[in-house]
C-alpha cells in the first residue's frame, strides 16, 4: 500500500505541478522511491519484527526495486547523447597589393606608405589574428593571385591596378574544406578602384549580401576628401566614319589633390596606344582638357578609348573612358575642278574613272582667270562632301571666300588637295594672297614666266620614295624585278624634256 500510495503521489505532483523537464521528472520520481522506500521499511519494521536481519534486509531491498521498476515503467526515462563537432566556417582575406598602397599621404607619419601603415597594425593585432585562426578557416587573397592560406598578412604593393570588385566576387566564390560558402570577405584596401566603375564595387557588396555573405572593410590612406583622384568625362565622338575622316577627339579630365603633378592623357585604338600628352596640375581642383586629331586604324566597329594616368608618386591611378566607332571602308571622293576641259584632263579623268577605289566628280567653270571667282562662288561646292580636291589650271582668286572654306575643310578635317595649276597658280601675281598659300606645301612666288626650258624632271631620292610617284614608273610585268631608286631616276631621264614649268618657292 505504501509503495502504490509513493508512486501515485510522485505521478499526481507530476501532472499537477506540469514539470515536463527530464531533471524534474527524475527528483520527483527519486523523491517518490525514497518515500515508498521508508514507508515500506516501517511496515515491515512493525509486522515482521521476527524475521532475521539478514532476511529483512533483502526483503526491503526486493520490495524498494519492485517499486522503481513500476516507476520507471511509468515514467518512462529516456538517455540522450548529444555530440557536438566545431567546423570553422571560412573566413576570406582580401589584401590590396597595387601601387596605390605604396603613397606616402602624411608627412606626420614619418614618410610611412599606406601599406606600411597596415602592416604595421597587422602586427600589433597579431593576438587577434591568432584567435580568429582558431575559429575561423582564414585564407588570404590578393587581387591578381591565388588564395594564400592564413600566413601571408602582409601588403607589398606590386600590381598596376587594383582590381578590387574581381578580387571580391573571387574570394566570394571560395569554398570552405566542407564546401560552405565564405562567412565573411575582409577588405583591406585603400579603396582605389582603377578598373571597373565604383558603382561595381558596390553591386559586388550587394551581390555577397544577397548570398549571405558580411563584407567587413577596413579603409588604408587620408581622410575623406584628401584622397588624389581622377574623373575622366565621357567621350563625344560621331558614331560613324569613313577610313580616310580623321576625327577630332575632345578629352576633359578632373583631377582632385593632384596639385604639382603632371597627367599623362592617353589615346588608344583597340588597346594600342596612338596618341598621348602630358598636361601640368596648376590648381587643386583643376579641369585638364586636351584635343587629339586621329585617323581610324582601319575598317570596322573600332574601340576608342581615353585614359588619364597620376604619376607613380601618387600611385599611378589610372581611369579610363570608351566609345565605339564604325568605320566604314568607302570609295575615295575626288573632285576634279578645271577651268575648261583639255588633253591633260582628258587623261587624269580616264585614269581615276578606271580606278573602283575612286568616285569622281568632275567640275569645269568654263569662265575667264578674272572671273573664276564669281564661278567659283556660283558652283556652291560642299568640300567636305570629298575626300581629295585637285585643283587645276584655276586663278588664286585672291581673298575668295570658297577657297577659305577649301583651306578650312584641309586644316580641320583632312581633305586630301592636289594641286595641278602650274604657272597660273604658283606664279600669278595674286597667289601670295591667296587662302591657298596657307595650305600649299610650297610658297607661291610672283614671276611672269616662270622656267624656261628644255626641262627635264627627275626627282630627288626622297620624292621617289613618296606615295604619289613610288612605282610609278616600274615595269608592267609583275614576273620584272622591281626597279631600284637609281634604276627608277635613269627611267625618269628617258621622258621627254618639258618646254616650260612652274617655278616653287621655298618649302
Same mark, same amino acid.
Given at each position: 500500500?505504501?509503495?502504490?500510495?509513493?508512486?501515485?503521489?510522485?505521478?499526481?505532483?507530476?501532472?499537477?505541478?506540469?514539470? +515536463?523537464?527530464?531533471?524534474?521528472?527524475?527528483?520527483?520520481?527519486?523523491?517518490?522511491?525514497?518515500?515508498?522506500?521508508?514507508?515500506?521499511? *516501517?511496515?515491515?519494521?512493525?509486522?515482521?519484527?521476527?524475521?532475521?536481519?539478514?532476511?529483512?534486509?533483502?526483503?526491503?531491498?526486493?520490495?524498494?526495486?519492485?517499486?522503481?521498476?513500476?516507476?520507471?515503467?511509468?515514467?518512462?526515462?529516456? @538517455?540522450? @547523447?548529444?555530440?557536438?563537432? @566545431?567546423?570553422?566556417?571560412?573566413?576570406?582575406?582580401?589584401?590590396?597589393?597595387?601601387?596605390?598602397?605604396?603613397?606616402?599621404?602624411?608627412?606626420?607619419?614619418?614618410? +610611412?606608405?599606406?601599406?606600411?601603415?597596415?602592416?604595421?597594425?597587422?602586427?600589433?593585432?597579431?593576438?587577434?589574428? %591568432?584567435?580568429?585562426?582558431?575559429?575561423?578557416?582564414?585564407?588570404?587573397?590578393?587581387?591578381?593571385?591565388?588564395? %594564400?592560406?592564413? &600566413?601571408? @598578412?602582409?601588403?607589398?604593393?606590386?600590381?598596376?591596378?587594383?582590381?578590387?570588385?574581381?578580387?571580391?566576387?573571387?574570394?566570394? $566564390?571560395?569554398?570552405?574544406?566542407?564546401?560552405?560558402?565564405?562567412?565573411?570577405? #575582409?577588405?583591406?584596401?585603400?579603396?582605389?578602384?582603377?578598373? %571597373?566603375?565604383?558603382?561595381?564595387?558596390?553591386?559586388?557588396?550587394?551581390?555577397?549580401?544577397?548570398?549571405?555573405?558580411? =563584407?567587413?572593410?577596413?579603409?588604408?590612406?587620408?581622410?575623406?576628401?584628401?584622397?588624389?583622384?581622377?574623373?575622366?568625362?565621357?567621350?563625344?565622338?560621331?558614331? *560613324?566614319?569613313?577610313?580616310?575622316?580623321?576625327?577630332?577627339?575632345?578629352?576633359?579630365?578632373?583631377?582632385?589633390?593632384?596639385?604639382?603633378?603632371?597627367?599623362?592623357?592617353? =589615346?588608344?585604338?583597340?588597346?594600342?596606344?596612338? %596618341?598621348?600628352?602630358?598636361?601640368?596640375? $596648376?590648381?587643386?581642383? $583643376?579641369?585638364?582638357?586636351?584635343?587629339?586629331?586621329?585617323?581610324?586604324?582601319?575598317?570596322?566597329?573600332?574601340?576608342?578609348?581615353?585614359?588619364?594616368?597620376?604619376?607613380?608618386? #601618387? !600611385?599611378?591611378?589610372?581611369?579610363?573612358? &570608351?566609345?565605339?566607332?564604325?568605320?566604314?571602308?568607302?570609295?575615295?571622293?575626288?573632285?576634279?575642278?578645271?577651268?575648261?576641259? &583639255?588633253?591633260?584632263?582628258?587623261?587624269?579623268?580616264?585614269?581615276?574613272?578606271?580606278?573602283?577605289?575612286?568616285?569622281?566628280?568632275?567640275?569645269?567653270?568654263?569662265?575667264?582667270?578674272?572671273? &573664276?571667282?564669281?564661278?567659283?562662288?556660283?558652283?556652291?561646292?560642299?568640300?567636305?562632301?570629298?575626300?581629295?580636291?585637285?585643283?587645276?589650271?584655276?586663278?588664286?582668286?585672291?581673298?575668295?571666300?570658297?577657297?577659305?572654306?577649301?583651306?578650312?575643310?584641309?586644316?580641320?578635317?583632312?581633305? !586630301?588637295?592636289?594641286?595641278? !595649276?602650274?604657272?597660273?597658280?604658283?606664279?600669278?601675281?595674286?597667289?601670295?594672297?591667296?587662302?591657298?598659300?596657307?595650305?600649299?606645301?610650297?610658297?607661291?612666288?610672283?614671276?611672269?614666266?616662270?622656267?624656261?626650258?628644255? #626641262?627635264?624632271?627627275?626627282?630627288?631620292?626622297?620624292? #621617289?620614295?613618296?606615295?604619289?610617284?613610288? !612605282?610609278?614608273?616600274?615595269?608592267?610585268?609583275?614576273?620584272? $624585278?622591281?626597279?631600284?631608286?637609281?634604276?627608277?631616276?635613269?627611267?625618269?631621264?628617258? =621622258?621627254? +624634256?618639258?618646254?616650260?614649268?612652274?617655278?616653287?618657292?621655298?618649302?
Amino acid at each position: 500500500v505504501a509503495l502504490i500510495a509513493g508512486s501515485a503521489a510522485a505521478l499526481v505532483g507530476t501532472a499537477l505541478i506540469n514539470l +515536463r523537464t527530464p531533471n524534474s521528472t527524475l527528483a520527483l520520481t527519486v523523491a517518490a522511491a525514497v518515500s515508498a522506500a521508508w514507508l515500506a521499511a *516501517r511496515l515491515y519494521r512493525r509486522r515482521n519484527e521476527s524475521t532475521a536481519g539478514r532476511a529483512y534486509r533483502l526483503l526491503i531491498a526486493l520490495r524498494v526495486l519492485a517499486a522503481l521498476t513500476i516507476l520507471a515503467i511509468v515514467a518512462r526515462p529516456v @538517455w540522450e @547523447w548529444v555530440e557536438v563537432t @566545431w567546423r570553422k566556417p571560412l573566413l576570406a582575406v582580401v589584401l590590396d597589393q597595387s601601387q596605390s598602397m605604396s603613397i606616402r599621404d602624411d608627412q606626420s607619419q614619418r614618410g +610611412r606608405s599606406r601599406a606600411d601603415l597596415a602592416n604595421a597594425a597587422l602586427q600589433a593585432n597579431r593576438a587577434a589574428i %591568432e584567435k580568429l585562426k582558431s575559429l575561423y578557416e582564414i585564407r588570404v587573397y590578393s587581387p591578381g593571385s591565388a588564395a %594564400e592560406g592564413d &600566413h601571408a @598578412w602582409r601588403i607589398e604593393p606590386q600590381t598596376p591596378y587594383s582590381a578590387l570588385t574581381t578580387a571580391v566576387h573571387e574570394a566570394a $566564390q571560395m569554398c570552405s574544406v566542407d564546401g560552405g560558402r565564405a562567412a565573411a570577405v #575582409l577588405l583591406l584596401s585603400d579603396g582605389a578602384e582603377n578598373v %571597373e566603375a565604383p558603382a561595381a564595387l558596390r553591386s559586388a557588396a550587394d551581390a555577397l549580401a544577397a548570398r549571405g555573405t558580411a =563584407l567587413l572593410g577596413v579603409g588604408v590612406g587620408p581622410a575623406p576628401g584628401a584622397a588624389h583622384s581622377l574623373e575622366l568625362d565621357p567621350l563625344f565622338v560621331p558614331a *560613324r566614319l569613313g577610313s580616310r575622316d580623321r576625327v577630332r577627339v575632345p578629352v576633359t579630365a578632373r583631377a582632385q589633390n593632384c596639385r604639382g603633378a603632371k597627367i599623362r592623357l592617353e =589615346l588608344l585604338w583597340n588597346g594600342e596606344r596612338a %596618341e598621348a600628352r602630358e598636361l601640368s596640375v $596648376q590648381h587643386d581642383p $583643376q579641369r585638364l582638357q586636351a584635343e587629339f586629331d586621329l585617323l581610324p586604324p582601319g575598317p570596322g566597329l573600332q574601340r576608342l578609348t581615353a585614359r588619364a594616368v597620376l604619376p607613380a608618386s #601618387l !600611385g599611378g591611378q589610372q581611369v579610363e573612358t &570608351h566609345a565605339v566607332i564604325d568605320v566604314r571602308d568607302e570609295r575615295i571622293r575626288v573632285l576634279y575642278l578645271e577651268d575648261a576641259p &583639255h588633253t591633260e584632263a582628258a587623261f587624269l579623268l580616264r585614269a581615276l574613272q578606271a580606278d573602283p577605289r575612286f568616285e569622281l566628280t568632275s567640275r569645269f567653270l568654263f569662265a575667264e582667270a578674272a572671273e &573664276h571667282g564669281a564661278a567659283l562662288a556660283k558652283a556652291n561646292i560642299s568640300w567636305n562632301d570629298y575626300d581629295v580636291v585637285i585643283l587645276g589650271r584655276l586663278s588664286p582668286l585672291g581673298e575668295d571666300a570658297a577657297l577659305k572654306e577649301l583651306a578650312g575643310a584641309v586644316t580641320r578635317r583632312g581633305v !586630301g588637295l592636289l594641286l595641278m !595649276g602650274g604657272r597660273r597658280l604658283f606664279n600669278d601675281s595674286d597667289a601670295r594672297h591667296s587662302p591657298l598659300a596657307t595650305v600649299s606645301p610650297v610658297a607661291f612666288v610672283r614671276d611672269q614666266f616662270g622656267l624656261r626650258g628644255p #626641262l627635264q624632271f627627275v626627282p630627288t631620292r626622297v620624292g #621617289l620614295q613618296h606615295a604619289v610617284l613610288r !612605282g610609278a614608273i616600274q615595269p608592267v610585268s609583275s614576273d620584272t $624585278q622591281r626597279l631600284s631608286s637609281d634604276d627608277e631616276a635613269t627611267r625618269w631621264k628617258t =621622258l621627254p +624634256r618639258l618646254g616650260t614649268a612652274a617655278l616653287l618657292g621655298e618649302p
